[in-house]
């Protein structure tokens, strides 16, 4: 089996396929006239009645959304403490010069 070179569709191209399968055309003519994988169109239905929007970021569920913000926290909280004993040492190395 080949793999399919990964194509990009804007939204206003999603929106009008959208709108044909809501007018009732068929799904599969659908997939088959405009050449979509079936989980492409049925994310877009998804969607555009979950949110009205095509990005990954304005349909992510709660959860989905909380972990990325705890994985930013948590590079933000790694990079801090990682910098402690860097920031100590050089506080040392200036207490060290003032004391000459």
């Not at 989980?39 to 969607?47: H, P, T």
């Not at 009645?49 to 972990?67: H, I, P, V, Y």
Request: with cysteine.
């Amino acid at each position: 089996m080949t793999k399919r070179e990964r194509r990009t569709f804007t939204d206003e191209f999603k929106h009008q396929i959208v709108q044909l399968y809501l007018s009732g055309k068929p799904r599969k003519e659908i997939i088959r006239e405009y050449d979509l994988t079936p989980s492409s169109l049925d994310k877009w239905i998804n969607c555009s009645q979950a949110t009205g929007s095509f990005k990954e970021k304005d349909n992510l569920t709660e959860e989905q959304a909380e972990l990325i913000k705890l994985r930013k926290h948590s590079i933000h909280f790694h990079l801090i403490l990682h910098s402690i004993p860097l920031i100590i040492f050089n506080i040392f190395q200036y207490v060290g010069r003032e004391a000459d």
